[in-house]
């Protein structure tokens, strides 16, 4: 919902982004964008205090709110819905017969991820390769429990790593940030783990809202940049 602002303001241009930097909003103030759209939020553990002496969380505000610019931030909201990032995740990899992997209590339409099934049963190789192309990935991390062909699939974006105990009898599951002991804890319970990336299954949010808002006359500009990692 709304982080910072005033509901009342009027809004013409929106950057959207994944999270709210320095970066973004040096470049919403540049073009004078009245209205920062992020899917992680902006503040997201409880701030005790502003220090605009140490904190770049604490400048952040400070600029954001000197500049007029608001924030509404998405996350679980556009995680959950039932036209939202995880059902656009699974139809992005052409899944057929598409449930709601973990359903809302109040709405069984909704809820975090999705599981189908592909059209045809690939190999794992096979798999990889088609998840890498339609995600356009170079890389990805596997962790292999059993040797199944691969038909049935579950997806979670962003960070999923905490629900392989409690996930359905699939023959794959993708998420990311998966860490040394859910890899482990995952290969000793036989289950197929691709680690896809974070920011790699999140990023590509803005086509939804852009999509929903495409008749609003509003100009969007789209901060599509995550973290860089040098290895070494």
Do not use: W
């Not at 099934?117 to 990889?128: A, C, V």
């Not at 998966?178 to 890899?183: F, I």
């Not at 100009?219 to 940049?225: G, S």
């Amino acid at each position: 919902g709304l982080m910072l602002g005033n509901f009342n303001n009027e809004v013409k241009k929106v950057l959207i982004c994944l999270d709210v930097t320095t970066k973004v909003v040096n470049e919403a103030i540049l073009n004078n964008v009245d209205l920062i759209v992020s899917h992680h939020p902006l503040i997201f553990k409880p701030l005790k205090s502003l220090n605009f002496t140490v904190d770049f969380k604490s400048n952040i505000i400070k600029n954001l709110i000197k500049n007029d610019i608001s924030v509404i931030s998405f996350h679980t909201n556009l995680d959950s819905a039932s036209l939202g990032l995880n059902d656009f995740l699974a139809k992005k990899l052409k899944l057929e017969e598409i449930n709601v992997l973990f359903e809302h209590e109040l709405d069984h339409n909704s809820g975090l991820g999705r599981f189908g099934k592909l059209s045809k049963e690939m190999d794992l190789e096979e798999f990889i390769k088609y998840l890498k192309a339609q995600f356009k990935l170079e890389t990805v991390s596997a962790v292999i429990g059993n040797n199944k062909k691969i038909h049935s699939v579950a997806i979670l974006g962003g960070s999923g790593a905490d629900f392989i105990y409690s996930i359905p009898d699939v023959d794959i599951y993708l998420t990311g940030d998966v860490g040394y002991h859910d890899a482990l804890d995952a290969l000793e319970s036989g289950l197929n783990i691709i680690d896809f990336g974070h920011y790699e299954s999140e990023h590509f949010f803005y086509e939804i809202l852009i999509e929903e808002l495409k008749d609003k006359n509003l100009e969007f500009l789209i901060f599509n940049r995550g973290p860089v990692f040098k290895f070494y």
